[in-house]
């Protein structure tokens, strides 16, 4: 589950408004990751990788704090053990009760969190006329512009002479405000909280020369 489009995301989306709910075997493993694991799990989704059509679990976590329990410290990948417990917990469910339509052979588990693609999927319904708007009354001539990807906003001043200095004048807080107030009406689960909201800012001085001018290399 990477981007609001995923199918298991917007499975999610419909279990959380109560317009689905999980199916057997499913609703008992979720039951016993959230228990053994002290997380709030809102969803296990079984699909295949492609290309070599292996069975996965995806279990989806609500809060990207739960999330992070599940990785290694300092590394992208998850704990290994924990993986394993929970295959081999879902093989141990589905061979009691005798589901003979799920793939187990070379069966792995990952993980992911509901709260970063919400945020997301908030932030990109923002409009382009929004994000003019805000600029418009923001009416500061040291910015350049607003970019969006994914989670992700970024504020652009000219030079970074003017983002430093903005640090000092405390315009970047005011602008924060502002923006949160812009995307919070898209927050429909209700993740983003004022005390915690952040944007990120730059400039386009660096974006120049640094970057050659390319927005390709400047989100990857």
């Known amino acids: 589950?990477?981007?609001?489009?995923?199918?298991?995301?917007?499975?999610?989306?419909?279990?959380?408004?109560?317009?689905?709910k999980i199916q057997e075997p499913f609703d008992e493993l979720l039951t016993w990751i959230s228990a053994k694991y002290d997380v709030k799990t809102i969803n296990v989704f079984y699909d295949f990788?492609?290309?070599?059509?292996?069975?996965?679990?995806q279990v989806i976590l609500e809060k990207r704090n739960d999330y992070?329990?599940?990785?290694?410290?300092?590394?992208?990948?998850?704990?290994?053990?924990?993986?394993?417990?929970?295959?081999?917990?879902?093989?141990?469910?589905?061979?009691?009760?005798?589901?003979?339509?799920f793939e187990i052979n070379s069966l792995f588990t990952v993980f992911s969190d509901f709260e970063s693609i919400a945020i997301a999927e908030a932030n990109t319904k923002i409009t382009e006329r929004?994000?003019?708007?805000?600029?418009?009354?923001?009416?500061?001539k040291e910015l350049w512009k607003i970019e969006r990807c994914f989670a992700t906003t970024v504020l652009f001043y000219y030079t970074l002479k003017?983002?430093?200095?903005?640090?000092?004048?405390?315009?970047?807080k005011l602008y924060t405000l502002k923006y949160f107030d812009l995307i919070k009406k898209y927050d429909e689960f209700?993740?983003?909280?004022?005390?915690t909201f952040s944007?990120?800012?730059?400039?386009?001085?660096?974006?120049?020369k640094n970057f050659n001018?390319?927005?390709?290399?400047?989100?990857?």
Not at 162 to 172: G, I
Request: negative net charge.
């Open 190 to 195: 209700g993740f983003l909280n004022k005390d």
């Open 1 to 20: 589950m990477i981007t609001p489009s995923d199918f298991a995301y917007n499975e999610t989306k419909d279990l959380l408004k109560g317009k689905k």
């Open 162 to 172: 003017q983002k430093e200095k903005s640090l000092l004048e405390l315009k970047n």
């Open 68 to 101: 992070l329990f599940f990785k290694e410290k300092g590394s992208f990948n998850f704990k290994k053990e924990i993986q394993e417990e929970i295959s081999e917990k879902f093989i141990e469910i589905i061979n009691r009760d005798n589901y003979n339509n």
């Open 130 to 140: 929004e994000i003019e708007t805000l600029l418009s009354e923001i009416n500061d």
């Open 213 to 220: 001018g390319n927005w390709f290399n400047y989100w990857r």
């Open 49 to 57: 990788v492609i290309p070599d059509h292996r069975p996965r679990l």
């Open 199 to 208: 944007i990120l800012f730059d400039c386009k001085e660096n974006f120049d």
